[in-house]
T-cell receptor, first 112, second 115 residues
Framework: KNQVEQSPQSLIILEGKNCTLQ??????????LRWYKQDTGRGPVSLTI?????NTKSNGRYTATLDADTKQSSLHITASQLSDSASYIC???????????FGAGTILRVKS | ETGVTQTPRHLVMGMTNKKSLKCEQH?????MYWYKQSAKKPLELMFV???????ENNSVPSRFSPECPNSSHLFLHLHTLQPEDSALYLC??????????????FGAGSRLTVL
């Protein structure tokens, strides 16, 4: 069964610290993997999209990694800011039926 | 604003009421989607419309009825809902159906509470 598991479920860090969010998936065949950020009261917004051949992709203070062999991805946030407080959702695209498989998200809270 | 607008943002209704959620996009996209988002659960795809035609109904109960009069507008008509239907309903659009290459643009959602 195609699944996307994210960990931790929630996380609290101090402003200025770094953190890493994890995404493990069993989706096959794989097409691409995306990370979305969802602020409270808003819809998800795309941060990065990674294809099979990409290992690392950065978007400002956000760096996503992909290991297609172990079917794992991570989202690293550097020098966190209060505005990073949000839910981060990992989404994997399944190639055969062209479906998106969503993770349940990691809720990040950045404290001052 | 993302270019996808949802109204109302909040809705409280009784189980016997009839109400509708509205979604509008002016991005020139041809595919529109309804998703249900419940706390601590992955987004659940409900319906997909591609060029105004419904292409996917993900076994959604008939108390939810979608309508897509044109490529820019999408409605979700609600009737005789249950308390477990309380959730955030997200509308999204993409250039066309086909999740592989297309990035979804989401609206801010309609928070529904069924009493």
């Amino acid at each position: 069964k195609n699944q996307v598991e994210q960990s931790p479920q929630s996380l609290i860090i101090l402003e200025g610290k770094n953190c890493t969010l994890q995404c493990n998936y069993t989706v096959s065949p794989f097409s691409n993997l995306r990370w979305y950020k969802q602020d409270t009261g808003r819809g998800p917004v795309s941060l990065t999209i990674m294809t099979f051949s990409e290992n690392t992709k950065s978007n400002g203070r956000y760096t996503a990694t992909l290991d297609a062999d172990t079917k794992q991805s991570s989202l690293h946030i550097t020098a966190s800011q209060l505005s990073d407080s949000a839910s981060y959702i990992c989404v994997v695209s399944e190639k055969a039926e062209d479906k998106l498989v969503f993770g349940a998200g990691t809720i990040l809270r950045v404290k001052s | 604003e993302t270019g996808v607008t949802q109204t109302p943002r909040h809705l409280v209704m009784g189980m016997t009421n009839k109400k509708s959620l509205k979604c509008e996009q002016h991005l020139g996209h041809n595919a529109m989607y309804w998703y249900k988002q419940s706390a601590k659960k992955p987004l659940e795809l409900m319906f997909v419309y591609n060029f105004k035609e419904q292409t996917e109904n993900n076994s959604v109960p008939s108390r939810f009825s979608p309508e897509c009069p044109n490529s820019s507008h999408l409605f979700l008509h609600l009737h005789t809902l249950q308390p477990e239907d309380s959730a955030l309903y997200l509308c999204a659009s993409s250039q066309s159906q086909g999740s592989g290459a297309n990035v979804l643009t989401f609206g801010a959602g309609s928070r529904l509470t069924v009493l």
